[in-house]
């Protein structure tokens, strides 16, 4: 059964700096992983679609990257702001479609 | 606009009295799906759907039923909900005739007294 994970499960940093959210997965045949962006009662935000046979999308300050043979996504926010504050969810989609989610990582930047 | 939408926002029922949350989408898509959120164990999917009358389990499906008669809505129905299933509702679709970027509607939050 697949599963996934994000680590940090929290994470706080300075404003301008460089970080890398990781999501790792136990099966790696998956048809895709997405990332996203929840706020605080909000809904889900997409952020980057990779899909199996990539490597890397990149969308402005983010990067993500998938390394399927070794069950690994992260995301790469670059300059972070203060409004890049919130949790950060991976989805897995698996060749059936079913799609599972990690437990987030929640970032707090500071001003 | 293109958009995912889901009513009711918000729903306070009690034991045992059906109910439905609808979903529809206007954006021809194929894919759609519904989940659930919980503190501490966060998003995980109910019922998945790849087309008109196509539907298929995910993590959770006890409690739940679905139908997917036109491709626009998805409806998630609790014949009989229990405390349990209070949560926080969402459902998305996507693009395609394989699995896309999933769009997300705003929620329901359920509360089941």
């Known amino acids: 059964k697949q599963e996934v994970t994000q680590i940090p499960a929290a994470l706080s940093v300075p404003e301008g700096e460089n970080l890398v959210l990781n999501c790792s997965f136990t099966d790696s045949a998956i048809y895709n992983l997405q990332w996203f962006r929840q706020d605080p009662g909000k809904g889900l935000t997409s952020l980057l679609l990779i899909q199996s046979s990539q490597r890397e999308q990149t969308s402005g300050r983010l990067n993500a990257s998938l390394d399927k043979s070794s069950g690994r996504s992260t995301l790469y926010i670059a300059a972070s702001q203060p409004g890049d504050s919130a949790t950060y969810l991976c989805a897995v989609s698996s060749l059936t479609f079913k799609t599972i989610f990690g437990a987030g990582t929640r970032l707090f930047v500071k001003a | 606009e293109a958009q995912v939408t889901q009513n009711p926002r918000y729903l306070i029922t009690v034991t045992g009295k059906k109910l439905t949350v609808t979903c529809s989408q206007n954006?021809?898509?194929?894919?759609m799906s519904w989940y659930r959120q919980d503190p501490g164990l966060g998003l995980r999917q109910i019922y998945y759907s790849m087309n008109v009358e196509v539907t298929d389990k995910g993590d959770v499906p006890e409690g739940y039923k679905v139908s997917r008669k036109e491709k626009r809505n998805f409806p998630l129905i609790l014949e009989s909900p229990s405390p349990n299933q209070t949560s926080l509702y969402f459902c998305a679709s996507s693009a395609g005739t394989d699995l896309g970027e999933q769009y997300f509607g705003p929620g329901t939050r359920l509360t089941v007294t």
């Open positions: 954006m021809n898509h194929e894919y």
